[in-house]
């Protein structure tokens, strides 16, 4: 059974930074592309990054490229998305997804990822 569990998630002052984790379990990183997706409220679920040893590739939005980083712990079977000087549009819950075949995920798109997690809050403000 495939779960993807994100955490890391909170309140954070513009130009802060957090560490937000997906834990991985019933799946292989080696197979799976795996991205972050955030939804703010009144808006559509966007890409934010994503990681896929299988198609060789990482995605960032142009929102984010160059104050995010994503990577992997194979071992800990965990992806991280580490966002730095977060601005206050960066407020919504961020979503951890996980997709077996094409590249979707690597191209930013959202519909059609076989798993996703619960999500978890990220709040950017004075």
């Known amino acids: 059974q495939v779960q993807l569990v994100e955490s890391g998630g909170g309140l954070v002052q513009p130009g802060g930074s957090l560490r937000l984790s997906c834990a991985a379990s019933g799946l292989s990183l080696d197979r799976y592309s795996i991205g972050w997706f955030r939804q703010a409220p009144g808006k559509e679920r966007e890409g934010v990054s994503c990681?896929?040893?299988?198609?060789?590739?990482?995605y960032y939005a142009a929102s984010v490229h160059g104050r995010f980083t994503i990577s992997t712990d194979n071992a800990q079977k965990t992806v991280y998305l580490q966002m730095t000087n977060l601005e206050p549009e960066d407020t919504a819950v961020y979503y951890c997804?996980?997709?077996?075949?094409?590249?979707?995920?690597?191209?930013?798109?959202?519909?059609?990822?076989?798993?996703w997690g619960k999500g978890t809050l990220v709040t950017v403000s004075t």
């Open positions: 997804g996980a997709e077996s075949y094409g590249n979707k995920c690597v191209n930013g798109y959202s519909h059609g990822l076989d798993y």
């Open positions: 990681i896929s040893k299988r198609e060789g590739s990482t």
